[in-house]
């Protein structure tokens, strides 16, 4: 019988189940990010978003989520929110970092980066790892005239609202690339190249050359 008690109560003291543990994240932010969003670690799910909070003292968001039992994350890993594509939605991606040491059911994690809003968004990366600085300085620029095909300006306030917020969202998933290759280890001039290269292999629909 006392067997069966000390298995009850750690049973409820535990915060895992049988398809996975829970943890938590604080973010400054965490726009669109809904609830049943994916949990991914290197593009495969883990896990799940099962809620979240605003912590009322620090006006944090707090997000907890589930990942599989099968999946052990060290204390140090980092937690992101990001674009799941250039059609919307959020997801968690979670960066496993080097400690030894692993995070454990009810666990949170310390290294966040919350959701960037498209709209208005200054992005600035700074990445130091062997002397390496990558810096996004669009904020400095003023967006571009958007001009049609027989060079006239864009006039129509919508259509420049979304050109402007698509290249925005754009820069944030490039932004993201160089930074993600850049801690790897990888050449950051390389991954330039290879964005530079996927963007002139581009092909424009619905066009015809007179």
């Not at 589930?66 to 674009?83: F, Q």
Request: hydrophobic content about 40%; overall charge neutral.
């Amino acid at each position: 019988m006392a067997g069966v008690f000390v298995f009850y109560a750690f049973a409820k003291s535990d915060r895992s189940g049988p398809n996975g543990y829970e943890i938590s994240g604080r973010f400054d932010r965490i726009d669109g990010l809904k609830r049943g969003a994916d949990v991914t670690m290197s593009g495969v799910k883990v896990g799940s978003v099962t809620g979240f909070d605003l912590d009322r003292k620090t006006y944090q968001a707090v997000v907890r989520m589930t990942v599989s039992s099968n999946v052990e994350l060290p204390i140090d890993t980092n937690a992101k929110i990001v674009s799941e594509s250039l059609l919307g939605g959020m997801v968690m991606v979670l960066e496993p970092g080097g400690d030894k040491k692993m995070m454990q059911a009810g666990g949170e994690i310390d290294k966040t980066q919350g959701a960037i809003p498209l709209v208005g968004a200054d992005r600035q990366v700074h990445v130091r790892k062997h002397g390496i600085q990558v810096m996004s300085a669009r904020a400095s620029k003023a967006p571009p005239v958007w001009r049609q095909t027989d060079g006239k300006a864009v006039s129509c306030l919508e259509k420049i609202k979304v050109l402007n917020q698509n290249i925005q969202e754009i820069e944030t998933l490039c932004a993201d690339a160089l930074e993600d290759g850049v801690l790897m280890g990888c050449d950051a001039d390389q991954i330039k190249a290879a964005l530079h290269e996927l963007i002139d292999g581009l092909k424009a629909p619905h066009t015809s050359k007179k």
